[in-house]
């Protein structure tokens, strides 16, 4: 699989990066119900034997757990095959599982020495403020990721979920390797402005969600979106899986299927390749919870779509909006 360069970093990336948010497990504010660590592994070694040569986790997903799977991963492998892993600081909780915001500098620091035991490892390859808040500390935290950058305990650092006006408040203190936003066909607010931006920067994208948390892999039926479990996080806190967007959504799929039936791709295999086609995007975050899915999606990493698919795509969204 080719790279592609991060950023101004000297990491090269793989168009795609295996997610680990959902590895997480359940009984948290956003966690996607169980989850069987074992499952979490196997998807991790499928990932790397499809080619995939970067994994993205945060501190707050299934709060600490999901880098601890990470790390139970990659236990033992030898540095050839071990891949980039990168993570997420300015979320913290308490004892009784209750997340809170903080971008203060002791916070950012004991965050990162937390993150590199869970994980075990003595450098961090890009370390990222996963939100923006509380905004009046954004300058603050930034700054203490440049001071860990230069001690030697991050390699690269940047952010995710900020807009271009806090891009531009923080790079005074120090250089912005990557921008993590949310993109898919059904959250597009980044084309307006923050893609020309950091293609202008040499700031690196690599997009979440791209499936729109699975919405768009084809896997989804109505007795499947029933069944959700209480802990799952996209029951009742994403609105794309709530009426009446959930049946719209369902028919966005059919044409998705409809595309990529004719190339032997899966309709998630085409919202990934969507998001790919973007220059200034350099790769997109798939999650995946159990080895079988990578398989399924792997080839948006090489596939493009046509111009009359495209068009396609965008007149089924145009003729449906989601308002």
Not at 177 to 195: F, G, H, K, N, V
Not at 207 to 212: A, D, L
């Amino acid at each position: 699989m080719q790279t592609r360069n991060l950023g101004n970093s000297d990491l090269a990336i793989t168009p795609i990066g295996f997610g680990a948010w959902a590895i997480g497990g359940g009984d948290w504010a956003f966690g996607w119900g169980p989850q069987h660590d074992a499952d979490s592994i196997a998807a991790i070694h499928e990932a790397l034997e499809c080619g995939i040569n970067w994994i993205d986790t945060a501190a707050v997903y299934g709060l600490g757990h999901s880098e601890e799977v990470v790390a139970k991963a990659l236990a033992g492998m030898s540095a050839e095959r071990r891949p980039y892993v990168f993570t997420k600081c300015a979320r913290v909780w308490d004892g009784n599982r209750q997340i809170g915001k903080c971008l203060k500098a002791e916070s950012i620091r004991r965050e990162c020495e937390a993150s590199l035991q869970r994980l075990k490892v003595e450098v961090i390859d890009l370390y990222q403020v996963h939100w923006p808040e509380p905004p009046e500390d954004i300058e603050e935290g930034w700054q203490a990721l440049q001071k860990l950058k230069q001690e030697g305990k991050v390699r690269w650092c940047g952010v995710s979920n900020f807009s271009v006006a806090q891009m531009e408040q923080v790079t005074p203190d120090g250089p912005l390797t990557s921008l993590q936003p949310p993109y898919s066909m059904l959250r597009r607010d980044i084309e307006a402005e923050t893609l020309s931006y950091c293609q202008r920067n040499n700031i690196g994208v690599i997009v979440y969600s791209p499936m729109q948390s699975g919405l768009l892999t084809g896997a989804w039926t109505r007795e499947r979106h029933a069944a959700l479990p209480a802990d799952d996080w996209r029951r009742e806190k994403n609105k794309h899986f709530q009426e009446p967007l959930f049946t719209r959504n369902l028919r966005l799929v059919e044409v998705l299927r409809g595309i990529g039936g004719k190339h032997g791709k899966s309709p998630g295999e085409v919202s990934i390749a969507w998001t790919l086609r973007q220059p200034p995007v350099t790769a997109a975050i798939v999650g995946a919870r159990k080895p079988g899915q990578l398989r399924q999606l792997i080839g948006a990493a090489t596939w493009r779509l046509s111009a009359e698919e495209l068009n396609e795509i965008e007149q089924f969204l145009a003729e449906n909006p989601i308002s």
